[in-house]
């Protein structure tokens, strides 16, 4: 059915999201981990086939007035088949990173990403290329409320996407991430790179 531009759509609340069926999410098996410059630059023989990525990045919360955080800490991309999650310790394995925030080439569409974008060119010393926000997809196309991406996968999937809180805010700083910390950080990326595809921007 065609929607005027005009037209204003409404977002469905937090209790009826909580009434939808559980949002299908990648496992394990489907996310790569890459804390090397050989993972790493593997991982972008991967993404460069791809012309559109999910994108999102995780950085160490800050619980004080005035401390600045120094993240992002993770930098994670997904296609629709599988999600890698960068790990910026190895300065390798950052170069490389930087290399495909700033690769033109593929589309990197997600969520929120305005502070992902400054935290980026003040870490990694590149401007991300090819970004697209999604929330303004969603308010060009007549929805008023910023939509996120549980809203998002609501309206265009009819399911509600679990987020944890105790992931969301877990140090993404360590060394090790938990296996929590994975399937959030990767999840994050997936879901927008498949709110992409069915909103027909492939």
Known sequence: MNHRPTQRHTTPDKDAIALLPPFERLGLERIVLVTTEVQAREAFACLAASPAWGFDTESKPTFHVGEVSDGPHIVQLATAERAWVFQLHDPGCRAVAAQLLAHAGSVKAGFGLGDDRKRIVSKLGVEPASVLELNTVFHQRGYRKDMGVKGAVAVLFNQRFIKSKKAATSNWANARLTEAQLV???????????????LGLA
């Open 184 to 198: 959030y950080a990767a999840n994050d990326a997936y879901a927008a790179i498949r709110v992409f595809h069915a």
